[in-house]
Nanobody
Framework: QVQPVESGGGLVQAGGSLRLSCATS????MGWYRQAPGKQRESVVA???????DYADSVKGRFTISRDNATNTVYLQMNSLKPEDTAVYYC?????????WGQGLQVTVSS
C-alpha cells in the first residue's frame, strides 16, 4: 500500500521548534499540508509543477522544507511556532494521478 509515513509531531510552547519527517518510499513528494480543528485542509508548502516550493504566507520565513534523497525523506523544519500553527499535519505523495496522504501528525503549540 502506498502511503507516506510522517513522524515528529508533538507539543511545543509558542516560539519553539519542531521538525517533521515524511518517508516517501521514493514516490513523488507533493507537499506538506495541515488541518486545524473546524477548518479545511490547507497547504503549508507545496511543490509546484516546475519543482519549486510554494510556502503559505502564514509560514514564510518560519518553516523550511528540505529533503534527504538517500533515505527518501522530506523534512519540515518549523521555527517560531505560534498557537495558530496547531493542526494535524500531513505530507502527500503522487501516485497514479492522485495524491496519497500520510496518516497525519498532531502538532500542538501552547501559548
Amino acid at each position: 500500500q502506498v502511503q507516506p509515513v510522517e513522524s515528529g509531531g508533538g507539543l511545543v510552547q509558542a516560539g519553539g521548534s519542531l521538525r517533521l519527517s515524511c518517508a516517501t518510499s521514493g514516490y513523488i513528494f507533493m507537499g506538506w499540508y495541515r488541518q486545524a480543528p473546524g477548518k479545511q485542509r490547507e497547504s503549508v508548502v507545496a511543490i509546484t509543477s516546475s519543482g519549486s516550493t510554494d510556502y503559505a504566507d502564514s509560514v514564510k520565513g518560519r518553516f523550511t522544507i528540505s529533503r534527504d534523497n538517500a533515505t527518501n525523506t522530506v523534512y519540515l523544519q518549523m521555527n517560531s511556532l505560534k498557537p495558530e500553527d496547531t493542526a494535524v499535519y500531513y505530507c502527500a505523495v503522487h501516485f497514479l494521478g492522485a495524491m496519497v496522504w500520510g496518516q497525519g501528525l498532531q502538532v500542538t503549540v501552547s501559548s
